[in-house]
């Protein structure tokens, strides 16, 4: 009989259990980042609010540099099922609209998970540094989703000519060739240049509202603020 394949096995009773136990805990951890921050977590007291000994609770995360990876791929997974799901509702050929669509999904879900969104791009946990084997994947979904819809919109012709912008820097040209190569783009310098503005101006733009940084009473129409930011970023490449 052939070998199978451990990829079609279902869990058995020990693993589901073990798995249920894991997403206990992070559920536990993202309420505990919510109520004391990334550099209070605690996994003593995360057992005491599952009714265990802190020594259960190290069998399955062995520290709390684990649970905060455990966090930020969760966290990093969330954001970008939430982009993809909603950017795969528009039509393929709507580049203007899947981008505004995903930047909409990122601020809809850091609004929604502020401590979480803070986790992801806030200030760095004192003494943690994020392992990339395991994070630069979860991490990079976005960003690899907005690369995507512009290369998409450029393979089609559907970027219009804009004017007026800033020569590329020769050594900055020779950072953008290996970014093309790496990605397999067909951006030229001009419009890779002005993606990486875009997706610093999403993140940024987000960053302001969830950190309160326009102050409390400046903006209250955040949300119609926010579409007419996208909106100008949109016209940056002729979207």
Sequence with gaps: ??????????PGPRERARAQTVADIIGLGRRHLAEHGAAALSLRAIARDLGVVSSAVYRYV???????????IDAYSELGDAVDRDVDAVAEG?????????ARAVRRWAVREPASYALLFGSPVPGYRAPGDRTTEPGTRVIMRLVGILDAAQRAGALTAVEGGAVVPQALAGNLAAVREELGLTLPDELLARGVLIWTSV???VSFEVFGQYGRDTFPAQEELFQHQMETLAGLVGL
């Design 94 to 102: 709507d580049f203007r609209e899947r981008f505004l669509t995903l």
């Design 1 to 10: 009989m052939p070998a199978e394949d451990p990829a079609l096995r279902k």
């Design 203 to 205: 993140f940024g733009a």
């Design 62 to 72: 062995e520290s709390r540099d684990e649970l905060l990876t455990l966090l930020l």
